[in-house]
């Protein structure tokens, strides 16, 4: 697996944890 590959990866997976956890606070 690229690099690039891997970190656009991980951004997304950050992203959507991030917003469950705001989606949480929210509620």
């Known amino acids: 697996m690229r690099m690039e ?3 656009s990866l991980k951004l997304r ?3 959507r944890m991030r917003n ?3 989606g949480r ?3």
């Open 20 to 22: 469950i956890l705001d």
């Open 5 to 7: 590959e891997e970190y």
């Open 13 to 15: 997976m950050g992203a």
């Open 25 to 27: 606070q929210r509620v």
